[in-house]
């Protein structure tokens, strides 16, 4: 009998295989991909690290928010206002928006998660809506409906210069790969057994001895902060920030990628912000159907299929292993 | 002068904090019963609002018979999405949650889609019949919306009071396992709690849109400012979701005059966070 440490540390080799081949793709994508997708693929990876740090709280923890695109929000004003008005470099104006963001998640999160029960969904609900009146209204500090504009490319380290787009490329799948490493290790420590015990069980999880609340603020805060960094990351390659950008829909969409792919899986919402952001960029010429079609989705998805893509991956995979 | 104005803004926060309270009495009857905030009655809302538009404008309806087209829309919605969609999701709350969201997500969509953003203006008699207390305009739709709102409250309270059904809902409210052991007919209270909830969302929809108007955005406030006064009020508690409605519409139309206009729809947050953290079973609630 294997115990589940055993069946994490034991990770066969042909496991590796699709994500080496998928590490080779990222890389040689400039070489071949134009402008255009290239700058889809940018979007994409922020997404990917939106709803891989979204599947921490939601996936592994077991907690529905609605407020992880106001977090992506908050990073890309706070980054951008910190760089253009305060005249801190981009990689100086990472630390203090990591705090922010994190600051706020705790005051937002701590009384809300306390609670059992859909408080904390209903509260980030409502968060969502309350950023976008802030980023709206203070035009003074975020330029208000005008939107923010004059965001300057990070700062070269050493000769690396990240004017290009491809280089921004790669900046922003170095970002990526550190977070989804750093996603791994946790969900795969202590710490994500701990996470996981509370989504299955939360009143078990407690009468084991374990302070469900402080875990959960844990799963929220880690996740806000990492969405926080995105959006620094996003404001410095979009260069232009609008409210518009960071309502509620956002927060709707970083959901919708986390159950196409796969909720609590990790890799999951990964393909799942592939998929979703070039199905997006495809289907602009309909705007409002689009988001029609992917509320439908989401219900078929809900009742259907609660485990995604991976879900239905494994499903057919089993089908194939019983005819063969 | 002032006074005036003082007087015309307590008339506005009641006929606001009734609107509220209606929503609030849909969504705590159903978040009660199924452990669900119900974020589907805020496109429901949508949808009604437009039912009563197009009575009137295609269908040459008076607006009094439009309400009832509104309410009846309403219903069918509501009873619609918790047959086929939330009797499946039951086990999981999560996932009714996120089905909840996303039939919103779909109704608005749905809504810009077929209709535009485009806002419309809902012709109503009794919008433009101005009444004067004591030299105070007030319009008949705001004293209408107060009658129908007190009116309302009493009917539901001695629904749920009085008739066989509604006592059913009320200890399903308190324990589901209890109850069902007890002979209650879960879906029976099911489908009305749904249909109870739809009704009040469709009236609270078609009460209000002639004082503003209809576009496909107009459902997320309601529906915010709904789920605030659930929790200000109290979990599953009628008499909490008028007085937090009427706290919520008064502090609202006081706040947008002397705090600060733009931040009229931000006060709920902070109600709801301060709510949370002192007093977190809300004003009428069982611990």
Redesign the interface.
Known sequence: MKTIEDRIKTVPPTKLIPLIIFAILMIIVPVFASGYILFVAVLALLYASLAASYDLL?GYT?Q?S?CHGAFYGIGAYTAAILTVRFGFTFWEALIPTCLLVGVLATI?GY??L??R???F???T???A??IY??LL?EVELTGGPLGFRGINPPEPIGFISFDSLSTYYYLVVVFFIIVVLFLYTLVNSNLGLILISIREDEVLAESMGINTAVYKLLAFVIGAVIAGLAGAFFAHFFRLLHPTTFS?LLS?MV?IIT?VGGAGTLIGPIFGAGIVTFLLEFLRFAP??R??G???A??VI??FE?KGLIGLLERVRAQIKKKG | MTSEIIWIQLFNGITLGVIYALMGMGLTLI?SIA???D?SQGGIYIISAYSAYFAIILLNFSYFFAIPVAIITGMAISVTFERL?YT??RA????A???A???F??LE??A??LWTPKAKIMPSPTKDMILYFAGIPVSFQRILIIIVGVVLFIVINVFVKKTKIGKAIMATAQDREAAALMGINLEKVYITTWALGGALTAIAAALISPLYAVYPGMG?LPL?KG??VV?LGGMGSFIGALVAGLILGLIETFGSVYISV??Q??F??II??LT??IR?QGLFGRR
Do not use: K, M, Q
């Not at chain 2, 999981?92 to 996932?95: C, F, H, L, V």
């Open positions: 939601f077991g529905l609605f937002i009384p809300a306390r609670l029960g859909a408080y969904a209903v509260t609900f409502f968060l809506h309350f009146l802030i209204n509620w709707e959901v159950l409002e159907l988001y029609v992917w509320a439908a989401l219900i809900l009742i609660p | 978040w452990d669900l905030p974020f969609l499946r999701l999981s709350p999560n996932a949650l996120l089905c969201i996303a039939l997500f779909l969509n749905i810009v889609y997320t915010l789920l605030v929790i733009a931040y729809h931000g709920a947050f709801l966070l949370l953290v977190p």
